[in-house]
């Protein structure tokens, strides 16, 4: 069963750095998309930007480029979604999700909720 | 810059059939087949219902259907049942590995 599980809730104050993960099991990791999401409170889907496990291809949307990063661990199938200076407009739910052929977002992580306030 | 426009709301009555509209620019929706929708409950992680259009993973309901012409991709409900009720966002590759979500659309059924 293709499963990913997120880290838990972060509570962090402005400025703060964060790293949160998605961890994959149940397929090969390594060869398989994994996107990242962001939902603000009461607001639609975001695509923040796609990794490749395999050799670490990472492309962001334009929206996203240089305010995150995302990397991987292959050998723990693990993705990670990173801020360096997080700030209030950061609070928002962020999903994982694999990337299946043809670029559907097939199978989705349970969210990470991040809370940045004073 | 391409973007999906999606009605933001729609409602229909239980057992008729409702359509969501996933209008796009900048050529996205018809140069690439690689539209897909997802339904979002409340409170919960969004669902794949369509891929590549209108192909359905399996355990999706038949149901649900999809649908392209020009610049338009469209999700068909049918027989709706009150657990349709959810918000659904539409999905395209946007070239160069990117991807482009619509604003979703809150479906009602009254």
């Known amino acids: 069963e293709v499963q990913l599980v997120q880290s838990g809730v972060e509570v962090k104050k402005p400025g703060e750095s964060l790293k949160i993960s998605c961890k994959g099991s149940g397929y090969n990791f390594a060869t398989h998309w994994i996107g990242w999401v962001r939902q603000m409170p009461g607001k639609g889907l975001e695509w923040m930007g796609i990794i490749y496990p395999d050799d670490s291809d990472t492309t962001y949307s334009p929206s996203f480029q240089g305010q995150v990063t995302i990397s991987v661990d292959k050998s723990i199938n693990t993705a990670y979604l990173q801020w360096s200076g997080l700030k209030p407009s950061d609070t928002a739910m962020y999903y994982c999700?694999?990337?299946?052929?043809?670029?559907?977002?097939?199978?989705w992580g349970q969210g990470t909720l991040v809370t940045v306030s004073s | 810059q391409s973007a999906l426009t999606q009605p933001r709301s729609v409602s229909g009555s239980p057992g008729r059939s409702v359509t969501i509209s996933c209008t796009g620019t900048g050529s996205i929706v018809g140069r690439y087949n690689y539209v897909s929708w997802y339904q979002q409950h409340p409170g919960k992680a969004p669902r794949l219902m369509i891929y590549?259009?209108?192909k359905r993973p399996s355990g999706v309901p038949d149901r649900f259907s999809g649908s392209e012409s020009g610049n338009t991709a469209s999700l068909t409900i049918s027989g709706l049942q009150a657990e349709d009720e959810a918000d659904y966002y539409c999905?395209?590759?946007?070239?160069?590995?990117?991807?482009?979500f619509g604003g979703g659309t809150k479906l009602t059924v009254l």
């Open positions: 999700a694999r990337l299946g052929t043809s670029w559907p977002l097939d199978y």
């Open positions: 590549d259009v209108s």
């Open positions: 999905c395209s590759y946007a070239g160069t590995n990117t991807l482009k």
